[in-house]
């Protein structure tokens, strides 16, 4: 596990800031995740993905209208 505290921050300041995943402990306790922008975005984009898995999921049943009835 990679960990950094809030004093490695202060004494060292963006060079204590990692490339990698890596938690964030304050007082004996992790508090946070310093997570890369290119992972945070590709989770990001992961749990768009389930949001609309679940929301179709919940409309499974619903009556559908067919397309051209719609745009009449």
């Not at 304050?26 to 590709?42: F, T």
């Not at 179709?56 to 009835?69: H, L, Q, T, V």
Request: proline fraction near 4%; glycine fraction near 2%.
């Amino acid at each position: 596990m990679n960990a950094i505290t809030i004093q490695d921050l202060k004494t060292r300041g963006s060079k204590a800031i990692p490339t990698e995943t890596t938690f964030l402990i304050v007082h004996s306790k992790v508090k946070s995740a310093i997570v890369p922008i290119d992972e945070y975005n590709m989770l990001l984009d992961a749990l768009e993905e389930l949001e609309d898995i679940r929301d179709i999921e919940a409309r499974k049943d619903e009556k559908s209208i067919p397309f051209e009835e719609v745009f009449k």
